[in-house]
Nanobody, 116 residues
Framework: QVQLVESGGGLVQPGGSLRLSCAIS????????MAWFRQAPGKQREMVAG???????NYLDSVKGRFTISRDNAKNTLYLQMNSLNPEDTAVYYC??????????WGEGTQVTVSS
């Protein structure tokens, strides 16, 4: 059974930073893509940042220059460094993994709240 567990969310003031982590456990044959999605109340889920198996990254336009996605293969962990946070970043953030044969997995999500 594959399990994705997010951590690192919380309450932060505007302009602050948070680092999200996603610990991946279980048997995965081969990872094709890892990504972070987010969903705010009343809005659709959107991809924030993604990284492919060969290290190619892509970002939502509104977070470019502020967020950085990375992975630690030794620890089997995905990260999202979020800097210069603003209230528009408030959402539940989800870890996502897609295997090469097509199976996908989601974490339960971690709340990020940016407020004074």
């Amino acid at each position: 059974q594959v399990q994705l567990v997010e951590s690192g969310g919380g309450l932060v003031q505007p302009g602050g930073s948070l680092r999200l982590s996603c610990a991946i456990s279980g048997s995965i044959f081969s990872i094709y893509t890892m990504a972070w999605f987010r969903q705010a109340p009343g809005k659709q889920r959107e991809m924030v940042a993604g990284i492919t198996n060969i290290g190619i990254t892509n970002y939502l336009d509104s977070v470019k220059g502020r967020f950085t996605i990375s992975r630690d293969n030794a620890k089997n962990t995905l990260y999202l460094q979020m800097n210069s946070l603003n209230p528009e970043d408030t959402a539940v953030y989800y870890c996502y993994v897609r295997e090469t044969y097509g199976s996908t997995y989601w974490g339960e999500g971690t709340q990020v709240t940016v407020s004074s």
